[in-house]
């Protein structure tokens, strides 16, 4: 989470993301442990870190379209 301008201590119980990049995800998703596990999806972490390269474009479009419209599913 990264503050979005100077004003974030005047909204108290507020958060605020800014984008993120293919670098950024491919890092958080490598540095997870391959033990946890699997959310309601059910895929192992070990597939998603086999794959993030190739899914990271993607999850970077899906999740700066949340934060660009304020919609977290």
């Known amino acids: 989470m990264h503050a ?3 004003n974030v201590g005047l909204y108290k119980n507020s958060c605020y993301f800014t984008p993120t990049n ?20 059910e895929i192992p972490i ?3 870190k086999q794959t993030i390269t190739y899914i990271s ?8 379209l949340c934060i660009s ?3 977290f599913p």
């Not at 890092?27 to 596990?37: A, G, Q, T």
């Not at 474009?57 to 700066?64: D, G, H, P, S, V």
């Open 69 to 71: 419209q304020d919609i």
């Open 22 to 41: 293919q670098t950024e995800i491919i890092n958080i998703v490598k540095n997870l442990r391959s033990n946890i596990s699997t959310g309601l999806d």
């Open 4 to 6: 979005r301008d100077s």
């Open 57 to 64: 474009q993607t999850l970077m479009e899906i999740f700066n």
């Open 46 to 48: 070990k597939i998603i």
